[in-house]
């Protein structure tokens, strides 16, 4: 049918995607990817042939061009795939403005889920699932890096972010100065692929695992929830500041 249809590919895996996610890469009038030959290659090793169909290249830099053509298309009866690098589409990926256009143009908006790192490293993670939050990249600055930890450490659900491995350890020694010496953490590195592994313990255990290893592919990092009844200086601040001032007379 008419629409747009965001199709989750594989993360390292190529056998990681679904029947379906196929059946659409396959049926699919225009296929839009964010980078077309990493969509070929995966198309080429499920032996989906794209025939004339049109292959089409939509991310952050020329999505307003692309977007009125896709829209337009899926307005005159055609069905539009879109596939991320790897993983879901949107999540820390392209396809948000397109998912807004053909919203407002009221077409249909349908997905094909599969996988994405997020809950790929959750499950491995050996942190509470009950409630989590995924934050996103770790800015690379170093004063917005604390100050983006700082707040993710405070959450009250296990917190899910993305680094890149050159800043791994950074990270860790800066995490090491905000959270408590027990906080668990979990670092998933190469979900799906050859060299797979998650480290877990204190920041401190982690910082020990990661000595005099140099780090390379990807990774997710976990923070498990702040601890019940903790408080930061900043709280115990303002605390101190609202007792003060109902004091005053
Ligand atoms: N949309 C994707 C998804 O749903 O998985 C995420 C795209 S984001 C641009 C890429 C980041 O995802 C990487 O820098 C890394 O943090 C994480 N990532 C992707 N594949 C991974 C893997 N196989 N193992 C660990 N982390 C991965």
């Given at each position: ?209 990661a000595e005099g290893r140099t780090f390379k592919g990807e990774m997710v990092v976990m923070l498990d929830k702040a601890p019940v009844g903790s408080a930061t200086d900043e709280d115990v601040d303002a605390a101190l500041k609202d007792a003060l001032a109902e004091h005053s007379v």
């Open positions: 049918a008419a629409g747009l249809y965001f199709v989750a590919t594989p993360i390292g895996t190529a056998r990681d995607i679904t029947l379906r996610a196929l059946d659409i890469l396959a049926s699919a009038d225009v296929i839009a990817a964010e980078d077309t030959r990493n969509t070929r290659k995966l198309m080429d090793i499920h032996g989906i042939a794209l025939g004339d169909r049109q292959l089409v290249s939509y991310h952050d830099h020329n999505g307003e061009k692309v977007r009125p053509k896709l829209i337009a298309a899926i307005e005159a009866g055609k069905s539009v795939a879109y596939a991320s690098d790897a993983g879901t589409p949107l999540v820390a990926d392209p396809g948000y403005g397109l998912m807004r256009g053909a919203i407002e143009a009221d077409v249909l908006v349908t997905s094909a889920p599969g996988p994405s790192a997020v809950l790929a490293a959750l499950t491995v993670a050996g942190l509470p699932n009950d409630r989590f939050t995924f934050a996103g990249f770790v800015p690379n600055a170093k004063g917005a890096r604390r100050a983006f930890l700082s707040g993710i450490a405070k959450s009250d659900g296990t917190m899910i972010v993305f680094e890149s491995p050159k800043r791994i350890k950074a990270m860790l020694e800066d995490l090491s100065d905000i959270v408590e010496p027990e906080r668990q953490i979990a670092v998933a590195r190469e979900l799906t692929k050859r060299f797979e592994e998650v480290l877990r313990g204190t920041v401190s255990e982690v910082q020990a695992l």
